[in-house]
């Protein structure tokens, strides 16, 4: 791990001054993800912004019915939160589908929007990688291909994002609040936040330099029933190869985001008008423009089943 200096921010406007005034800053919260891209020297920050103390850790009612969620939040508190249990289900199951007990204990809401792929040539520095050193290549393309993305792809990179809460988020209509750093706010729709690797990978959200997350809203509850489904390796605490969240509602129309196929949580809207049809139907308009790998194709009709599944059980 490379030196840095360290500092407790104090005010949110004074941690987004700071980042966007050192362009090797980084903010840190629970740090289980950044500190071990730090040792293996993927990440190398010269300076470390501890926003823990910032106040930013309450989960409240909005005027419009829906849900506050400060960044701190930590990932444990939020999927216990009586109201997220209540009206907001695939949130919390898709929570504890993520990670372990302690690591939920550290993580935080904005961390987990934040983190960053698990590809194996991401983690490995002797391999090129467009999204730790642009311009290297992709050791992916050609490479061990059986976990990565099959749409939403480039030439440049084809690696998945990792969270399990951004899936469910993605479902659910997210909006992230941040806080730039000349003081003004932006509500970012989760839609628009996380981006497809095109030429440039390595830029994974539409976050400015030194803006910060201060919470993320959930609009009023729909109801239906909520569901996340996730197919990994091994049951305890694997990334997905593919999951799927779901809202259904009664007559059948719905919502369903996929997780473990993109770059970006994976949601096409013009696909669930085809819910009532079933997960045939709706996985060919979610997985139109795929571009698969030999290794990776499979994943393809493990939407389609892990989508039926859902369906089925929303159904009775």
Not at 13 to 18: C, K, N, Q, S
Not at 51 to 59: Q, S, Y
Not at 282 to 291: F, M
């Amino acid at each position: 791990m490379k030196a840095f200096t360290f500092e407790r921010a104090t005010s949110i406007e004074a941690a987004a001054r700071v980042a966007a005034s050192n362009p090797d800053a980084k903010f840190i919260a629970g740090g289980t993800n950044l500190l071990d891209l730090m040792k293996l020297e993927i990440e190398t920050p010269t300076h470390l912004i501890d926003v823990n103390d910032l106040g930013l850790a309450e989960i409240e009612q909005t005027e419009e019915g829906g849900l506050r969620i400060g960044a701190m939040v930590r990932n444990t508190d939020l999927a216990a939160h009586e109201a997220v249990r209540l009206n907001y289900p695939l949130l919390a199951r898709a929570l504890l589908a993520g990670a372990s007990g302690q690591l939920r204990n550290k993580a935080t809401t904005a961390g987990n929007l934040l983190q960053r792929t698990r590809c194996p040539y991401f983690y490995d520095t002797n391999q090129p990688c467009n999204k730790r050193q642009p311009g290297s290549g992709c050791s992916a393309i050609g490479g061990f291909s059986r976990q990565h993305a099959v749409i939403g792809v480039s030439d440049a990179c084809i690696a998945t994002h990792p969270s399990d809460m951004a899936v469910a988020m993605r479902a659910l209509d997210a909006v992230v609040e941040t806080m730039t750093a000349d003081g003004d706010r932006r509500m970012i729709p989760i839609e628009e936040f996380h981006l497809l690797p095109g030429d440039t990978p390595q830029i994974e959200t539409v976050l400015r330099k030194g803006e910060i997350i201060t919470a993320v809203i959930l609009p009023p509850p729909i109801g239906g029933r909520q569901i996340y489904r996730k197919v990994r390796d091994r049951a305890s605490y694997a990334f997905a190869l593919v999951s799927v969240a779901a809202v259904i509602l009664p007559d059948g129309t719905g919502r369903v985001a996929l997780g473990g196929v993109a770059h970006k949580p994976w949601r096409v809207e013009e696909a669930e008008a085809h819910l009532p049809e079933g997960a045939r139907a709706t996985a060919s308009v979610l997985l139109a423009e795929a571009r698969p790998t030999e290794q990776n194709r499979y994943k393809l009709d493990l939407v389609e089943r892990t989508l039926g599944a859902v369906i089925a059980e929303a159904r009775g």
